[in-house]
């Protein structure tokens, strides 16, 4: 079990292992775009990772792939569709302004 820390609200989740960060917001009710259903396809899903990266699956290539192709991508940048908990760490992500209806 990790602590998800969803900025810029400050709101803190229990994560269990296994389970993907965009499963674990939505099952938060904490809205976050994603127009292909978690595919890699669509990119809305995008979200920083401030703390925790470690306690986070590995980027994969189609998550990476997608990721070229998204403007203002950073090293802490993630599609939430595609990164799972390991529950190694606990964690702290930023939804995008832009995406997240803030």
Do not use: W, Y
């Amino acid at each position: 079990m990790s602590t998800l820390t969803i900025m810029p609200s400050g709101k803190t989740i229990e994560v269990a292992e296994g389970t993907t960060l965009l499963a674990a917001l939505l099952g938060a009710e904490i809205e976050i775009p994603h127009k292909c259903e978690g595919q890699a396809k669509c990119g809305s899903c995008h979200i920083f990772v401030q703390e925790g990266r470690k306690g986070l699956s590995k980027i994969a290539r189609t998550e990476n792939e997608k990721l070229d192709a998204i403007v203002g991508v950073s090293s802490k940048s993630r599609l939430a569709c595609q990164t799972t908990v390991l529950g190694t760490e606990n964690i702290k992500i930023e939804l995008l302004g832009f995406g997240s209806g803030l």
